[in-house]
């Protein structure tokens, strides 16, 4: 029992420091003209699905969509939200060990259901949707030249409506990205 599980953390590390050797072993090859498909997951367990098109290796175009359930014994009701970011990806600094710092700025498009109580007590739900601008700072990290690592914050946020503005160190994010 002892030497399986030994060998298996013997086998993890090897693994891991092969990928890590590779990653940093390579010349920085970064996607340009090329698309991308990957999966992020976002604040709150927002699961999101990405497209991106690399223009350049300095800016890439893209599309992020995004799922999330809320249910359980701690919630009155099952809400769902859906989220909806075509974005401008641009890189803004060289890469430090395969590490390269990006702003992203999209449109958001969310909806989520809302369920509440008419006149006569009856429930009834509603789809409520919202839109608005927002800014992303984050890191790339280009393990080999197909695959990428990121994640980031949301540092600038302006709700159409209601109209709201925020500033600062927002919901955080990561995902991995493949290249196609």
């Known amino acids: 029992m002892k030497n399986s599980i030994l060998f298996k953390a013997i086998a993890f590390l ?35 699905v990405v497209g991106i098109y690399a223009i350049n290796p300095d800016v890439h175009l893209g599309l ?6 809320e249910t359980g014994s701690g919630v009155l009701k099952t809400n769902t939200y859906m989220e909806f970011l075509p ?13 390269r710092p990006f702003a992203l700025g999209g449109l958001r498009v969310s909806t989520r ?8 007590q009856v429930d009834r ?17 280009q ?6 690592l990121f994640g980031g914050v949301q ?13 600062g160190v927002g919901p955080a994010f990561f995902g991995i990205m493949f290249y196609l």
């Not at 090329?34 to 999101?48: D, I, T």
């Not at 974005?87 to 590490?99: D, F, G, P, T």
């Not at 393990?143 to 990428?148: H, N």
Request: aromatic residues 16%; proline residues 2%.
């Open 113 to 120: 259901t809302e369920t509440y109580k008419d006149q006569f």
């Open 64 to 69: 992020n969509f995004g799922f999330y359930l």
């Open 14 to 48: 090897l693994v891991i420091c092969s990928i890590t050797y590779i990653g940093f072993s390579q010349k920085e090859k970064y996607p340009n003209e090329v698309f991308g498909l990957g999966a992020s997951l976002g604040s709150m367990g927002n699961l999101g």
């Open 155 to 167: 540092a600038i946020s302006l709700d159409i409506d209601p109209t709201i503005f925020r500033v």
């Open 125 to 141: 739900t509603r789809i409520v949707t919202s839109t608005g601008f927002a800014v992303y700072l984050g890191g790339e990290w």
């Open 87 to 99: 974005h401008i990806k641009y890189y803004i600094a060289e890469a430090m060990r395969s590490l």
């Open 143 to 148: 393990a080999i030249s197909s695959v990428s």
